[in-house]
């Protein structure tokens, strides 16, 4: 089981990036996924996440109104829209697949995680 994000790199303030994760050795179509991320110095945190069918979503609070998190099933990937980034958003953000088919954005209820790609956002 493998996840791979992609899609980090360097942006200005109030730019965007998109990023992917995509996964391989199964399907993932039933459980929510999510991204995390961890800035230097700092613990892992919560970004998004979304169940099983997309259906449900939800975010931390620093990013609402400018991220999107979004899956496809058939592709088995998920992304993560990123507008209006700041400086704080800089980071390595990871992608995860849960055990179950919804997460709140408990870090305990991710099990399968990616390598994490690198967003730098310059002031």
């Known amino acids: 089981v493998q996840l791979q994000a992609s899609g980090g790199g360097l942006v200005q303030a109030g730019g965007s990036l998109r990023l992917s994760c995509a996964a391989s050795?199964?399907?993932?179509?039933?459980?929510?996924m999510g991204w995390f991320r961890q800035a230097s110095g700092k613990e892992r945190e919560f970004v998004a996440a979304i169940s099983w069918n997309g259906g449900v979503t939800n975010y931390a609070d620093s990013v609402k109104g400018r991220f999107t998190i979004s899956r496809d099933n058939v592709k088995n990937t998920m992304s993560l829209q990123m507008n209006g980034l700041k400086p704080e958003d800089t980071a390595i953000y990871y992608c995860?697949?849960?055990?179950?088919?919804?997460?709140?954005?408990?870090?305990?209820?991710?099990?399968?995680w990616g390598q994490g790609t690198l967003v730098t956002v310059s002031s």
């Open positions: 050795g199964r399907r993932f179509s039933n459980n929510a």
């Open positions: 995860a697949a849960a055990r179950r088919s919804y997460s709140g954005g408990s870090k305990e209820d991710f099990a399968s």
